[in-house]
C-alpha cells in the first residue's frame, strides 16, 4: 500500500526510473528532484515484479548519512525486509568481502591499518634515502612529503598504480617536446620553457618512485591504508572468477547512489562484479553538477566510463525539483550555465533545467556587498535573529563556507553573539587552548629548555596561581639583561633567585619559586605511557583548571587527548611520554587533525558548515558570506605536484577536465540549491587590510548587489572578534594594566610593529607589549646574518676607499653565522646557501655599485614624532639618485623568492602588502626628520631582492600616490589610539 502511494506519487520522469528494472541506466538527479526516493521505490518495484530477493540488492552512497537516508524509506516501503538488502558505501561493502570471504584475502587479513604518524614517517624515510633532485627544498627536505602523501592517496582512489603513472609521464614527456619543438632555440622563452617542462617531469618521476617505495615499504611491514583495501577488493575481483560468479550471483541488482562520485578504485569493484552479466541490471544515479568529490575535475568521467562500458545505457533525467522557490533555481542555473563540461554538451537530447514545484510563500533572494566583514557578520547576525523571532525553526538555518577555517570563525561568532550554533566544522582537539596548554605542560616538564615561550605561557595560564603581572615584569627585565648579555639567561634560570626576584619587585615570589618545583613533579618517571600522563596532570590539578576555566567542550577536547594516549600505550606498551609527544610533533609538522570525541549532541541549533558538508542537506534558509574573488572561485594555490593530465581520467572522457573554476562553480551550484525559500550571497569589499572584489561567480548571475541600509550595532560583534587565547587571562588585573600604562611611556611605533597590530592586535600585544621571547629560527637567523654581511661590505668599501672582494664578503657572513647557536646540520644549509647568494650578487653587482649616503639608518636617537605619535625604525641604505643633487631612494633588503610589484603592493590574492606600508613608513621617517629632510626629497622606494633565490636577484621600484601615504598616516592614528589605550587592551583580554 505504502508502495502503490508513493509510485503514484511519482512524476513521469521519475516513475520511468522506477519501473526501469533491466539492463544498465542513468538517471541524471538534479538537486531536490527526488533521488533517494526513486531509489527505495525502484528497490520495492524489483521486488514485487522479479523473482529477486532482497538479498539479491546491492545498493551503494557516498556517505554513511547517505546510506542512513536509504535505509530509512525502504523500511517505510518494505517493512523488515529492508535490513536484507546490502546498503553500504563502497568500503564498507569491500570490507563485507573480506570477511565474508576470508580465504580469498589472506594476505590482506594478515595486514594492519597504518595511522597517519607512520604513513608519515615511511615517506620521511623513503625521501631522506632516496634524496631526490626534485621534490626537495634547500629549506626543507621534506618539503614535498604533503604533497607526495596526497597524491599518493588520489592515484590510489583512482586505482592508478605507479606504472600507470610513469606511462602517463612519458606522454606528457611526448607532449613537452613537441610544444618546445616549435619553440626556437635562442630565445630565451625555450630555456625557460624547458626549464619548466624539465621540473614538473622531473618532478613525477621522483613522484613514481616514492610511490613505488612506499607501496613496497607497506606491504613489507604489512600495512595497508584506506584506499589499499578497495583496491585490493577490485585486485581479487579481477583475478578470480569463481568470487566474480558468485558476487555477480547474488547481487543481481545494483543501484549506485552519488555515481558522480565514485572513484576509480570504487569503480573498479563495481565493475569486476557486473562484468559477469551479459546485460548487467544496473542503475547509476548521479548529477555531474553536483560532482564535488571526484579528483581531478573529472565530473564527466564516470558517466562515459559508463555509457562505454555497457552498450545500450538509458538516460532518464529528472528536472522536476521539490525543493527551491523558482527564484533560487533560476539564480542556480544562470551560474551553472557557465559551466562548459556538462552532460548535455556530449549527450544528444539531454536537457537539465530544473523545474521548481515549491509553493514560494516567504521566498526571499539576497545579494548584497558589505565595507567590511565586520558589517557583513553583524548584517548576517541580524537576519538570523528576525528569523528566529519570526518562527523560523533553528535546523532549518544554515551558514555555508567555504573553508572549514571559516566555519570555525562563523561558528564562534554566532555563539559569542548568543545564537545556539551547531557547526559541522572539523573538530580538532589540538586546536584547542587547553590541549594546548596540556602539551606544553607535558613538553615543559620532559625537558624544560626546550620553548622559553611554553614555560612564559604555562607561567601566564593561571594553572600555577602566579599573578600574570609577574610574569610580564619578570620578563621585561630578563628582556633588558639579555639585550646586553652573549650567554641569553631563560626564564627559569632566575626562578630559585629569590634575591633577584624582590629586585625586580615581583609581588608573589613565592608562586614564582614553586613554578618550577611543580614543573619538575611532573616530569614523567619513564612508566607505563598513561600513568605518566596521568601523573603529570594531577600533580598540577590539570582537569580540575580546565572544569573551572573551560566548557563542556573544552572537556571533550582534553578527554580526546587523553583517550589518545591511553589507545596509542595499548598498541604500543613500550611508547613513553617522549614517543607519545613525538607522534604530536607529526601532528603538528605536518597539519594533521586529531578529531574531537564529542560526548553529546544538542538539538534545535544552527548548522555552520562548509558547502562541501552541506551535499545532500537542505534548509529553509541558507547564508552563503565571504563570496569575494580568491575564496570562491579565483583561488591562486599554486599546485606544487601537478599530476599528468592522461594519470586518472579512463579513455573514454580524453580531453573532459573542467578547470579549477568549473570545479568551483559546481560547489557553488550545490550551496545555492540547499536552500529552500530563502538564499542569503554577499561579500565584502575590504578584509581590513587590503581590498576585496567579488567573486566571478556573483558577477555572472548579472544581479546587481544592494548596500545594507539599516544602521548596524557594532557593539555586540566586536567582543567575538577578540575573543582571548590560553595566552591570555580572562581579565586583565590591575598590575596588567599598569603594567601596560609603563610600557607605553617609553613605546615608540616601528614598521614592523604596525603590520603586526593590523594582522592580529593579540599577537602586538604578546610580542611588542608583554615582550615575550622571540626565538630565532633559520629564516631570521639567514636574514640577519646576510643583512649583516652586506652591511659590512659597504662600511668597508667606505673606510678603505675601495669595493672589497668576494672573499671577504663571504668571510664577514661565515664569521656573523658563526656567532649564532645553531645546530651544525643547520649551520652547514645556512652556509652553502648564504655563500651561492652572495656570490650571486657580487658576480651581477660587482663595478657597478655606488657608495651608499647611509647604511642602517636607525631612527631611534632621532626622536622622530608624527602627532604626538612617537616612531621608529631602521632602514637598510639611502642612495643618493644619478644625475640628482637631492633626491635619494630608500631601499630596504629582502631575502627569499622575490615578490612582483603586485604582490609588494598586496594587489594579488595572496598578499598582504605589508612590504608596500613598510616602504611608506620608511619615507615618512624620513621626511619627520630634520637632519635628512633638510637635504634630500625621497622620491623613490625600493626593495632589492638579494638572495638571488631560483637565480632572481630583482630590484623593485614601487611607486606610490598621495592617497597610499595618506592611507598609512590614517593606519598609524587609528593603531596609535588603540594602542596607547589600556581600555582597548582589557577589551582584548577580556574578549
Not at 451 to 463: H, P, T, W
Not at 668 to 683: C, D, E, M, P, Q
Not at 829 to 857: D, M, Q, V
Request: charged share 30%; hydrophobic share 35%.
Amino acid at each position: 500500500m505504502e508502495l502503490q502511494k508513493a509510485l503514484s506519487g511519482l512524476n513521469a520522469a521519475q516513475r520511468e526510473a522506477a519501473e526501469t528494472l533491466y539492463g544498465p541506466v542513468v538517471v541524471i538527479a538534479g538537486p531536490g528532484t527526488g533521488k533517494t526516493q526513486i531509489v527505495a521505490c525502484r528497490a520495492a518495484n524489483i521486488l514485487a515484479k522479479t523473482d529477486a530477493k532482497p538479498e539479491n540488492l546491492l545498493i551503494t552512497t557516498f556517505t554513511e548519512a547517505g546510506v542512513v537516508s536509504i535505509k530509512k524509506r525502504l523500511l517505510r516501503f518494505l517493512g523488515t525486509d529492508a535490513y536484507k538488502i546490502t546498503v553500504s558505501t563502497i568500503h564498507a561493502f569491500s570490507n563485507d568481502v573480506i570477511r565474508m570471504f576470508p580465504e580469498k584475502f589472506l594476505r590482506f587479513r594478515a595486514m594492519r591499518p597504518v595511522d597517519d604518524v607512520e604513513q608519515i614517517s615511511l615517506l620521511e624515510e623513503i625521501i631522506e634515502k632516496s634524496r631526490y633532485e626534485h621534490l626537495s627544498s634547500d629549506h626543507d627536505p621534506f618539503f614535498y612529503l604533503t604533497h607526495i602523501r596526497d597524491r599518493i592517496g588520489k592515484l590510489k582512489q583512482e586505482a592508478v598504480s605507479p606504472e600507470s603513472l610513469d606511462r602517463a609521464t612519458d606522454a606528457l614527456a611526448g607532449e613537452y617536446a613537441a610544444i618546445l619543438s616549435e619553440i626556437k632555440p635562442e630565445l630565451k622563452k625555450y630555456a625557460t620553457e624547458k626549464s619548466r617542462q624539465e621540473k614538473h617531469v622531473g618532478k613525477l618521476r621522483d613522484l613514481a618512485d616514492a610511490y613505488r617505495k612506499y607501496q613496497s615499504a607497506c606491504y613489507e611491514r604489512g600495512l595497508y591504508d584506506f584506499s589499499d583495501m578497495i583496491s585490493y577488493v577490485g585486485e581479487v575481483l579481477e583475478e578470480d572468477a569463481d568470487l566474480r560468479a558468485t558476487l555477480a550471483e547474488r547481487y543481481q541488482f545494483v543501484m549506485l547512489d552519488e555515481f558522480q562520485d565514485m572513484s576509480g578504485a570504487q569503480n573498479r569493484v563495481i565493475d569486476a562484479i557486473l562484468s559477469e552479466a551479459e546485460t548487467p541490471n544496473v542503475m547509476a544515479v548521479g548529477d555531474d553538477d553536483q560532482s564535488i568529490y571526484r579528483f581531478q575535475g573529472a565530473s564527466l568521467e564516470n558517466l562515459f566510463h559508463f555509457s562505454k562500458r555497457y552498450e545500450g545505457t538509458k538516460f532518464v533525467v529528472l528536472t522536476d525539483n521539490y525543493r527551491s522557490t523558482d527564484e533560487i533555481l533560476r539564480l542556480a542555473e544562470k551560474s551553472v550555465s557557465h559551466n562548459r563540461e556538462r552532460i548535455g554538451r556530449y549527450v544528444p537530447g539531454i536537457e537539465k533545467t530544473l523545474r521548481s514545484h515549491h509553493s514560494g510563500k516567504g521566498g526571499e533572494l539576497r545579494i548584497m556587498v558589505h565595507s567590511n566583514p565586520l558589517e557583513e557578520k553583524a548584517v548576517v547576525l541580524r537576519e538570523v535573529r528576525r528569523m528566529l523571532e519570526g518562527g523560523v525553526e533553528p535546523e532549518e538555518i544554515a551558514v555555508l563556507t567555504r573553508t572549514n577555517r571559516e566555519t570555525q570563525e562563523w561558528a564562534s561568532f554566532l555563539a559569542a553573539n548568543g545564537v545556539g550554533v551547531e557547526s559541522k566544522a572539523s573538530a580538532d582537539a589540538l586546536s584547542s587552548e587547553f590541549v594546548t596548554l596540556a602539551l606544553n605542560l607535558l613538553e615543559t616538564a620532559s625537558d624544560p629548555a626546550v620553548s622559553e615561550e611554553k614555560v612564559i605561557r604555562l607561567a601566564r595560564s593561571g594553572l600555577f596561581a602566579i599573578e600574570p603581572s609577574d610574569v610580564l615584569r619578570l620578563n621585561r627585565a630578563l628582556h633588558k639583561m639579555n639585550y646586553v648579555r652573549k650567554d641569553r639567561l631563560r626564564f627559569l634560570d632566575v626562578l630559585s633567585d629569590a634575591e633577584l626576584l624582590a629586585d625586580i619587585g615581583v609581588s608573589n615570589p613565592d608562586a614564582l619559586l614553586g613554578f618550577y618545583r611543580k614543573i619538575s613533579d611532573a616530569a614523567p618517571k619513564n612508566a607505563e605511557l598513561y600513568e605518566d600522563f596521568k601523573r603529570a596532570f594531577e600533580s598540577v590539578g590539570f582537569l580540575d583548571f580546565v572544569e573551572k576555566r573551560g566548557s563542556f567542550s573544552d572537556l571533550e577536547d582534553v578527554f580526546t587527548l587523553f583517550e589518545t594516549a591511553k589507545s596509542w600505550g595499548v598498541g604500543n606498551p613500550s611508547l613513553t611520554v617522549a614517543g607519545f609527544l613525538k607522534r604530536i610533533g607529526y601532528y603538528r609538522k605536518y597539519s594533521l587533525s586529531l578529531p574531537s570525541k564529542r560526548l553529546s549532541e544538542i538539538p534545535g541549533r544552527v548548522k555552520v558548515l562548509t558547502a562541501h558538508q552541506s551535499k545532500g542537506l537542505e534548509y529553509e534558509a541558507v547564508f552563503i558570506p565571504g563570496i569575494s574573488e580568491g575564496n570562491w572561485g579565483g583561488r591562486r594555490n599554486v599546485d606544487q605536484l601537478r599530476l599528468p593530465p592522461g594519470a586518472v581520467l579512463k579513455d573514454g572522457s580524453a580531453g573532459i577536465v573542467g578547470d579549477g573554476d568549473e570545479e568551483e562553480r559546481r560547489l557553488f551550484f550545490v550551496g545555492i540549491t540547499r536552500a529552500k525559500s530563502k538564499l542569503f550571497l554577499s561579500y565584502s569589499e575590504s578584509d581590513g587590510n587590503k581590498m576585496k572584489i567579488a567573486s566571478q561567480f556573483l558577477t555572472e548571475l548579472s544581479v546587481e548587489p544592494s548596500r545594507n541600509a539599516e544602521p548596524v550595532d557594532y557593539a555586540g560583534v566586536i567582543a567575538a572578534e577578540l575573543r582571548p587565547t590560553a595566552l591570555f587571562s580572562a581579565e586583565m588585573t590591575e598590575g596588567e594594566e599598569a603594567y601596560v600604562r609603563e610600557f607605553l611611556q617609553t613605546y615608540r611605533l616601528s614598521p614592523s610593529d604596525l603590520s603586526k597590530f593590523l594582522e592580529d592586535p593579540k599577537l602586538f600585544l604578546r610580542d611588542s607589549i608583554f615582550k615575550y621571547p622571540f626565538e630565532d629560527n633559520e629564516y631570521t637567523v639567514f636574514g640577519k646574518t646576510y643583512h649583516r654581511a652586506l652591511e659590512l661590505f659597504y662600511l668597508s668599501w667606505k673606510k678603505e676607499g675601495r669595493e672589497g672582494s668576494l672573499e671577504t664578503l663571504l668571510s664577514d657572513f661565515e664569521r656573523s653565522l658563526r656567532q649564532e647557536v645553531l645546530p651544525p646540520e643547520m649551520r652547514e644549509k645556512l652556509l652553502k646557501k648564504g655563500r651561492e647568494g652572495l656570490a650571486g650578487w657580487y658576480s651581477l653587482h660587482s663595478g657597478r655599485l655606488e657608495i651608499p649616503l647611509e647604511l642602517e639608518y636607525n631612527f631611534y636617537p632621532r626622536n622622530v614624532v608624527f602627532e604626538n605619535i612617537p616612531l621608529t625604525g631602521k632602514i637598510d641604505k639611502i642612495e643618493l639618485i644619478p644625475a640628482s643633487a637631492n633626491e635619494v631612494r630608500l631601499v630596504d633588503y629582502k631575502t627569499g623568492r622575490a615578490k612582483s610589484l603586485n604582490e609588494i603592493k598586496g594587489l594579488t590574492a595572496n598578499s598582504d602588502g605589508k612590504y608596500f606600508r613598510q616602504l611608506l613608513f620608511y619615507k615618512l621617517l624620513f621626511e619627520l626628520d630634520a637632519s635628512l629632510s633638510s637635504k634630500y626629497r625621497p622620491t623613490s622606494l625600493t626593495l632589492e631582492f638579494v638572495e638571488g633565490k631560483d637565480g632572481d636577484y630583482r630590484t623593485v621600484e614601487v611607486d606610490f600616490t598621495d592617497e597610499d601615504f595618506e592611507r598609512l598616516k590614517s593606519e598609524i592614528r587609528d593603531a596609535w589610539s588603540k594602542i596607547s589605550d589600556p581600555g582597548f587592551w582589557k577589551e582584548v583580554m577580556r574578549g
